[in-house]
C-alpha cells in the first residue's frame, strides 16, 4: 500500500517556474513506476509524464516536453516534477499516481494516487 501527497502548487506568472513533490508513504515505494496527471476544469484528466521504477526511463506528454522533468529522490521517496516556461494552458489540479505494474500514459492503470495540487499560470 502507498499513500502520495502532493505539494508545490500556486499562482505563478507565465515564463515562470514551480516544482511540485509527491512524498510517498510505503516501505516499497522505490519499486513503483510513477506518473502525474492533471486535469483542467471541464475538460478529462490529461497524461504528463511518467517515470519507470528504475528512475532512467521518462516520458512526456508532447505539450509539455522540454519544459517540464519528472525525477525521483528515492531517500526521501518523493518524486519531482519540474515545470519551467509555464504557461497559462498548465493551469490544472496536478496528480502524481503510482503502480507496481503499469508504465504509461493511461490514468485508469495506476492504482494509487495523491489529492492532487492546483497550478495557476497567469498570462
Known amino acids: 500500500q502507498v499513500q502520495l501527497v502532493e505539494s508545490g502548487g500556486g499562482l505563478v506568472q507565465a515564463g515562470g517556474s514551480l516544482r511540485l513533490s509527491c512524498a510517498a508513504s510505503?516501505?516499497?515505494?522505490?519499486?513503483?513506476?510513477m506518473g502525474w496527471f492533471r486535469q483542467a476544469p471541464g475538460k478529462e484528466r490529461e497524461f504528463v509524464g511518467a517515470l519507470k521504477w528504475t528512475g532512467r526511463n521518462t516520458y512526456y506528454a508532447d505539450s509539455v516536453k522540454g519544459r517540464f522533468t519528472i525525477s525521483r529522490d528515492s531517500s526521501k521517496n518523493t518524486v519531482y516534477l519540474q515545470m519551467n516556461s509555464l504557461k497559462p494552458e498548465d493551469t490544472a489540479i496536478y496528480y502524481c499516481a503510482g503502480d507496481l505494474g503499469y508504465y504509461g500514459s493511461t490514468w485508469l492503470e495506476y492504482d494509487y494516487w495523491g489529492q492532487g495540487t492546483q497550478v495557476t499560470v497567469s498570462s
Open positions: 510505503g516501505r516499497t515505494f522505490s519499486s513503483y513506476n
